[in-house]
């Protein structure tokens, strides 16, 4: 439904522990994440919700992981 192309973010969307259904996708020569929702859930803290623009590291939980199906 949604698509982000600055895969090189660290935000939540890009982060391996967010939970939130997402994947990728390639249209010509550019990788993009393809997400339904705009929330979703870290989980190292408990689930707490975030929005998937949100900055990694950006508060004391964060350990933020490069999402492994990434290129």
Aim: aromatic share 14%; glycine share 4%.
């Amino acid at each position: 439904m949604f698509k982000f192309h600055e895969i090189d973010k660290e935000i939540c969307l890009t982060c391996q522990y967010y939970d939130t259904p997402r994947r990728v996708e390639v249209i010509g020569n550019k990788v993009f994440i393809d997400f339904d929702k705009t929330t979703g859930n870290c989980r190292l803290f408990n689930n707490i919700m975030r929005i998937n623009n949100t900055k990694a590291g950006a508060t004391s939980f964060c350990h933020y992981k490069r999402w492994v199906e990434l290129p």
